[in-house]
């Protein structure tokens, strides 16, 4: 007679998987704790007396921004330092990895048509992949530590340690592009007789072309974040800046490097977007 | 050929000349001709020292000093102070990540629409908030944060979660406005309120996305937890500054080493992760 009870159709006065989530909750804070005591996570030591004064002495110091000509002229150059520093590299970073990506795709393998790779073109390709692997995992700051034992501080090792990083990070994500797509237009022109680069151009290239750009412009991004963060060691550009601003506690001049940066990362976003929306 | 003629088309469509390449009122033109003049510009002003670079000289150089690399010191004394850096930076990565992610949920719910219907509740200022914590790179927050939190991973956790957050927010926000109306509607007409809206329609749903989000930022964070001890936030970095300091190759090889292996560790398990979430 009443054997569906009215009672289990009304909603739920708790939340009937409590149980589950308490459990997930602690199990995660227990897995956590090892991870907080290693990274010495004790943030009540910000508010500690003597470090709240430093900081507070620091932060006031920046109001208001330097904003003297000399010093602008000096963090518009850098500035521009920066910018050039990433697209010089970001350009020899495509010449590493339009190359590598190419060489090292299984679409435009003409064994792989007939269903199998060749033992040779597969360990070609195994070992191309490997070196883009080296080439990305090794930070580029890295990289310029190295380049700057050579050359000597200047931009130069900051262009070159973008470039192989960025060549081996961009050489890897075009290859899966490239294959993530429909094969189907290049296997056809392949089998056809086009040379491999034609059915690049009129078959991979076309299709899968506003992607490849996209991340093109997100890296080129990401690489002007990078070259501030090497001109730390020196290779020029506004990180530089900062670094002596930060040192000498010229709270002022910290101030104004930062609202630079505030700028860049607002005119690449705009600037991406709009490329986007050229070419995709 | 006549009758093609008389009924004035051509039995195949005639090749036409391919478009003009530059033409000004075409916009990509214009895009592509700045690009180049930035490319060039860029080489123009930076002098570099190519031929410094490349000459035989240069390339002995590196040699000699990748050479200097071998062996990578293994003295088990010294081994057990990279895995104990390591770890550190392993746990500031995560740490950082985490803190991350619910910061940017907290600062993304403000800046996002919960319905089409509404106004999000403080659109500009989060929005203002979210990219001048990406705006600054990690290394820059470091430096920041060294003078409030003293030398230590401390710092560099902090500075770790900062940046993330602000690159984080933004795609949550992203995510949150596009998550499928309907569960959250059908609890919006029972009455539910807002708060138990997000939690048990709107998030549910998200979280794998966001989780995969986060994963994919753990992984480029453990690239710059490994580095960030260059300007003094422990972890792997600052033994690396420290040895390459003191030209001790044989110590640095050992943490680079370290940091691929570390790097690499990461990337798996992420991968493992997201492929796990997918399922």
């Known amino acids: 007679m009443s054997g569906v009870a009215p009672a289990g159709r009304l909603a739920p006065r708790h939340d009937p998987a409590w149980l589950g989530r308490l459990f997930w909750t602690a199990a995660a804070l227990a897995l956590l704790w090892p991870l907080l005591v290693a990274s010495e996570f004790r943030p009540w030591t910000l508010l500690g007396h003597e470090n709240l004064a430093v900081t507070a002495r620091f932060v006031r110091g920046f109001l208001p921004p330097a904003l003297a000509p ?14 050039a520093i990433a697209t010089a590299g970001m350009t020899l970073a495509l010449g590493v990895a339009v190359p590598l990506a190419l060489l090292s795709t299984r679409v435009l393998s003409l064994s792989a048509l007939g269903g199998r790779m060749a033992r040779g073109a597969f360990w070609m390709r195994q070992a191309l992949r490997a070196l883009l692997v080296v080439l990305r995992s090794v930070p580029e700051l890295v990289w310029a530590l190295v380049f700057v034992r050579v050359v000597g501080l200047g931009p130069t090792s900051g262009v070159f340690a973008i470039a192989l990083t960025y060549g081996g990070m961009l050489g890897k994500v075009y290859g899966e592009i490239l294959e993530s797509g429909d094969a189907h237009v290049t296997a056809t022109l392949l089998r056809n007789g086009s040379g491999r680069l034609q059915a690049f151009l009129f078959g991979l290239l076309p299709q899968n072309g506003a992607e490849l750009a996209s991340y093109t412009v997100y890296r080129w991004e990401c690489a002007i974040r990078s070259s501030v963060v090497l001109g730390f060691v020196g290779a020029g550009g506004l990180g530089q800046l900062l670094d002596g601003s930060m040192k000498m506690f010229e709270g002022g001049e910290v101030a104004t490097i930062l609202l630079v940066f505030f700028a860049l990362v607002a005119v690449a976003d705009w600037l991406s977007a709009a490329l986007r929306r050229v070419l995709g | 050929m006549r009758a093609a003629r008389i009924s004035g088309r051509a039995a195949n469509p005639p090749y036409k000349l391919p478009p003009p390449l530059f033409d000004a009122r075409c916009r990509t033109c214009w895009i592509v001709l700045g690009l180049i003049v930035l490319v060039i510009a860029s080489f123009w002003t930076l002098d570099l020292q190519w031929a410094q670079f490349l000459s035989p000289g240069a390339a002995q150089d ?107 927010g933004r795609l949550f926000v992203e995510a949150i406005e596009n998550a499928p109306p309907g569960p959250a509607a059908a609890l919006r007409i029972q009455g539910v309120g807002g708060a138990r809206v997000f939690l048990y329609a709107t998030l549910p749903q998200l979280l794998p996305q966001l989780t995969s989000y986060a994963l994919y930022r753990w992984e480029n964070n453990i690239r710059a937890a490994a580095v960030l001890g260059v300007v003094g936030a422990g972890g792997l970095g600052q033994l690396l500054a420290f040895h390459m300091g003191l030209f001790q190759m044989g110590k640095t090889a050992t943490v680079l080493l370290a940091m691929l292996a570390l790097v690499a560790l990461v990337d798996v398990a992420s991968y493992a992760l997201r492929a796990a979430l997918q399922r």
Request: hydrophobic share 55%.
């Open chain 1, 70 to 83: 000399d010093f602008l002229w000096r963090v518009a150059r850098e500035t521009w330092r920066t910018v």
């Open chain 2, 62 to 168: 590196m040699l000699r000093f990748v050479g200097e690399f071998f062996p990578p010191d293994a003295h088990p004394a010294f081994l057990r102070r990279v895995l104990a850096a390591s770890w550190e930076t392993l746990a500031m990565s995560a740490v950082g990540t985490l803190l991350a992610s619910g910061a940017g949920i907290v600062l993304a719910l403000p800046a996002s629409r919960g319905h089409a219907g509404e106004r999000a509740l403080a659109r500009l200022p989060m929005r203002l908030l979210l990219n001048a914590l990406r705006a600054i790179p990690e290394l820059a927050w470091a430096g920041l944060l060294l003078i409030s939190a003293g030398l230590g991973p401390l710092a560099g956790t902090l500075a770790l979660a900062a940046h993330t957050t602000g690159v984080l």
